[in-house]
């Protein structure tokens, strides 16, 4: 509140500069807090983040039943917060690679309003592979913003078709044709 009332004062004076970093700072401690906001106790627990840096090692590693066994250890323990869904991302992406997308699925299902932007094109997928068209499109728009690929532009197409739209389908499958040919271009240089 400090920061930007002295981002206002600055601007109603006519120092713009310092108007600004003020802006951009109140800016960066908003957001800080709300990421914080979401911590719960387990998260705060060196042991349980010594836990969860484990299990992605074990990820990283390949030990993919050992990373499971870590993140569903976490997941249990914690129940919330940010171990929680970054485990429970873990998990679904071991889930998924496995071909168990319904449990996959169901993982950020649950942690839908949390997830993390690296994860989205894989939910986005994994609602178009379950059936869940409707969820598909809903988040299809914002996940081509995040990762404008050929496969999210189809997948789009494809869970519009789901629904019997032609026409969006047909308007994703030339955005996802023109990513094709980007991608091609790109990868000649």
């Given amino acids: 509140v400090l920061g930007a009332g002295l981002a206002v004062a600055s601007f109603i004076v006519g120092y713009f500069l310092i108007g600004a970093i003020f802006f951009i700072l109140t800016f960066e401690s908003y957001r800080a807090w709300q990421s914080l906001r979401h911590m719960s106790e387990p998260d705060r627990d060196e042991s349980m ?12 590693q390949g030990q993919t039943e050992e990373a499971l066994h870590g993140f569903e250890e976490i997941r249990l323990a914690t129940g919330k917060g940010l171990l929680f869904v970054a485990s429970s991302e873990g998990a679904a992406r071991i889930y998924s690679d496995r071909g168990e997308l319904q449990k ?7 942690i839908r309003k949390h997830l993390t932007p690296d994860i989205l094109p894989l939910f986005h997928r994994l609602a178009y592979k379950t059936g869940n068209f409707d969820l598909a499109v809903e988040i299809g728009k914002g996940c081509y913003q995040i990762s404008p690929t050929y496969e999210v532009a189809f997948v789009n197409a494809l ?5 019997r739209e032609a026409e969006p389908a047909i308007g994703w499958l030339k955005c996802a044709q023109r990513e094709r040919s980007e991608e091609r271009r790109v990868g000649k240089e």
């Fill in 159 to 163: 869970a519009h078709a789901g629904l």
């Fill in 104 to 110: 996959a699925f169901d993982y950020l299902e649950a």
């Fill in 49 to 60: 983040q010594e836990r969860f840096r484990n299990a992605v090692q074990a990820q990283q």
